[in-house]
T-cell receptor, first 109, second 113 residues
Framework: KNEVEQSPQNLTAQEGEFITINCSYS?????LHWLQQHPGGGIVSLFM???GKKKHGRLIATINIQEKHSSLHITASHPRDSAVYIC???????????FGAGTILRVKS | NAGVTQTPKFQVLKTGQSMTLQCAQD?????MSWYRQDPGMGLRLIHY???????DQGEVPNGYNVSRSTTEDFPLRLLSAAPSQTSVYFC????????????FGEGSRLTVL
């Protein structure tokens, strides 16, 4: 079992819908990254958080370290949001990142 | 700033050949790392470094070597390529792993025949 699990694996939404992607982990972590990978393959960092909530534009990320869960929300989704979203946990025990398998999001117009 | 520069973008090797994937960053980041991405498995850590002269193994280090002689450069060496090393490789850097944004290179697609 992977230490970092994401759900759903695939998600199709209509433009304008509110989207939630979940990330749970089974070990202690110090912080968590949310990343976006576009169809061309490039990976960009969206958020790094260790507690509470962060917001950037239409993207919101939340984390509860004790409950071992983080969520990424997209409000008013748009076709340009179509991408793979990846969570990556920074392990408490070292300088190591463990990644979820990713959520493939497709937003239809 | 160029960010993280990875070369080459594409490479085809025969089994047993060796090669080096180059990674350079111009942001004075201490943390650098190499990952491989395989279908359905997500990114997996190969090796990482927390500063010049310091390297350590990640989740899947076998068949790969790294060195960090300068803050800027973190090359990944395949000593004797195997078909199982066919993958997309990403280099990433960060000021410190627990602090700050991760910056990724554009990726290198390697095929081993």
């Amino acid at each position: 079992k992977n230490e970092v699990e994401q759900s759903p694996q695939n998600l199709t939404a209509q433009e304008g819908e509110f989207i939630t992607i979940n990330c749970s982990y089974s070990v202690g972590i110090s912080a968590l990254h949310w990343l976006q990978q576009h169809p061309g393959g490039g990976i960009v960092s969206l958020f790094m958080l260790s507690s509470g909530k962060k917001k950037h534009g239409r993207l919101i990320a939340t984390i509860n370290i004790q409950e071992k869960h983080s969520s990424l929300h997209i409000t008013a989704s748009h076709p340009r949001d179509s991408a793979v979203y990846i969570c990556a946990a920074i392990m408490e025990y070292g300088n190591i990142l463990v990644f979820g398998a990713g959520t493939i999001l497709r937003v239809k117009s | 700033n160029a960010g993280v520069t990875q070369t080459p973008k594409f490479q085809v090797l025969k089994t047993g050949q060796s090669m080096t994937l180059q990674c350079a960053q111009d942001m004075n980041h201490e943390y650098m790392s190499w990952y491989r991405q395989d279908p359905g498995m997500g990114l997996r850590l190969i090796h990482y470094s927390v500063g010049a002269g310091i390297t350590d193994q990640g989740e899947v280090p076998n068949g790969y070597n790294v060195s960090r002689s300068t803050t800027e450069d973190f090359p990944l060496r395949l000593l004797s390529a195997a078909p199982s090393q066919t993958s997309v490789y990403f280099c990433a850097s960060s000021p410190l792993i627990w602090a700050g944004e991760l910056f990724f290179g554009e990726g290198s697609r390697l095929t081993v025949l």
